[in-house]
Every structure is written in structure tokens, then in C-alpha cells.
């Protein structure tokens, strides 16, 4: 039972991030020039690694694996 109630938990956050992705590189482009795609591109995806990084640093800290 736990292994199902876990399985469905992941699928569900899976399929809400692709939703989320999807929407905002549609966000990111709606909104950039042409001048102005790369930089905003890579704003967004510096951003995105330093959450994982931040992430990975507490739990090792934590002791989390």
C-alpha cells in the first residue's frame, strides 16, 4: 500500500512539473525579445540549478540521503 501511495505521489508532482516547465519556457518566450531571449534563458536557468545545489548542500548537512 505505501509502495502505491508513492508511486501516485511522484507521478502526480511528475506530471504537475512538466505542466509547469511547459508553461514557463511558453512564459519565457511570450515575453523576450529577440536581444533579450539568452539572457532571460539564462537567468532562469541559473536560478533553477542554484535551487538543486541549495538544495543538495542541506541535505548534506542533514545527513539526508
Known amino acids: 500500500f505505501i509502495i502505491s501511495v508513492q508511486f ?6 511528475f506530471l504537475f512539473f512538466v505542466v509547469i516547465w511547459t508553461a514557463q519556457g ?4 511570450l ?6 531571449m539568452s539572457r532571460n534563458s539564462g537567468i532562469f536557468w541559473a536560478i533553477f540549478q542554484s535551487r ?3 538544495r543538495l548542500t542541506f541535505q548534506y548537512y ?3 540521503s
Not at 501516485?8 to 508532482?13: I, S, W, Y
Not at 511558453?26 to 518566450?29: A, G, H, I, S
Not at 515575453?31 to 533579450?36: F, Q, R, W
Open 31 to 36: 515575453n523576450s525579445t529577440s536581444e533579450t
Open 62 to 64: 542533514l545527513g539526508v
Open 52 to 54: 538543486q545545489a541549495i
Open 8 to 13: 501516485l505521489c511522484c507521478l502526480t508532482f
Open 26 to 29: 511558453n512564459y519565457l518566450t
